[in-house]
T-cell receptor, first 117, second 116 residues
Framework: GAGVSQSPSNKVTEKGKDVELRCDPISGHTALYWYRQRLGQGLEFLIYFQGNSAPDKSGLPSDRFSAERTGESVSTLTIQRTQQEDSAVYLC???????????????FGAGTRLSVL | AQKITQTQPGMFVQEKEAVTLDCTYD???????LFWYKQPSSGEMIFLIYQGSYDQQNATEGRYSLNFQKARKSANLVISASQLGDSAMYFC????FGGGADGLTFGKGTHLIIQP
């Protein structure tokens, strides 16, 4: 597609349920990033993928959060046993190969707004 | 300590005026990049402009320019001739080369409202 696509755009769930958020990056972009944005805040980096490898998972808020990526395409962010504090907008971004250096522009999707009741 | 500080939570500006959005940063890495993004009410983050730590000249992209003062560790965004469509949240972000391939570190943003 032309841009980064995220689904669903909105998700309402009950506390304790599992949710899966999906990100479809720009075609040809090998790097993929997940961020969380709480209400009125800046973006908080969660995890990135180079290809289907995630070298550093330390940004994930807790062990209830996991992410995977199939090849160099779709990624899913899974939150198990959701809590109310997980309510936020989850944004995905993609960029060309990291070999391009520090100026790798990240292009963002519109995000998934997660509400945990 | 915050790595990116945006001291203006909100700003009101008259249409057609120039506006400066402040951003200061903190890093000991000599190689880094600074980014500005715009987030309209639709939620999508739109890339505006980039400045590298070794760039000799201030970056410009159309009506956007970056006032980069390395010694002061500031990277203010200047929007010339503001338009109603410029109303949005604006975020300053940084990537440090020493951080490898980690993501961007964002400030808390400035909510800009352009008034007719």
């Amino acid at each position: 597609g032309a841009g980064v696509s995220q689904s669903p755009s909105n998700k309402v769930t009950e506390k304790g349920k599992d949710v899966e958020l999906r990100c479809d990056p720009i075609s040809g972009h090998t790097a993929l990033y997940w961020y969380r944005q709480r209400l009125g805040q800046g973006l908080e980096f969660l995890i990135y993928f180079q290809g289907n490898s995630a070298p550093d998972k330390s940004g994930l808020p807790s062990d209830r959060f996991s992410a995977e990526r199939t090849g160099e395409s779709v990624s899913t962010l899974t939150i198990q046993r959701t809590q109310q504090e997980d309510s936020a907008v989850y944004l995905c971004a993609s960029s060309t190969s990291l070999a391009g250096g520090i100026k790798n522009i990240q292009y963002f999707g519109a995000g998934t707004r997660l509400s945990v009741l | 300590a915050q790595k990116i500080t945006q001291t203006q939570p909100g700003m009101f500006v008259q249409e057609k005026e120039a506006v400066t959005l402040d951003c200061t940063y903190d890093t000991s890495d000599p190689s880094y990049g600074l980014f500005w993004y715009k987030q309209p009410s639709s939620g999508e983050m739109i890339f505006l402009i980039y400045q590298g730590s070794y760039d000799q000249q201030n970056a410009t992209e159309g009506r956007y320019s970056l006032n980069f003062q390395k010694a002061r560790k500031s990277a203010n965004l200047v929007i010339s001739a503001s338009q109603l469509g410029d109303s949005a949240m604006y975020f300053c972000a940084m990537r440090e080369f020493g951080g490898g391939a980690d993501g961007l570190t964002f400030g808390k943003g400035t909510h800009l409202i352009i008034q007719p």
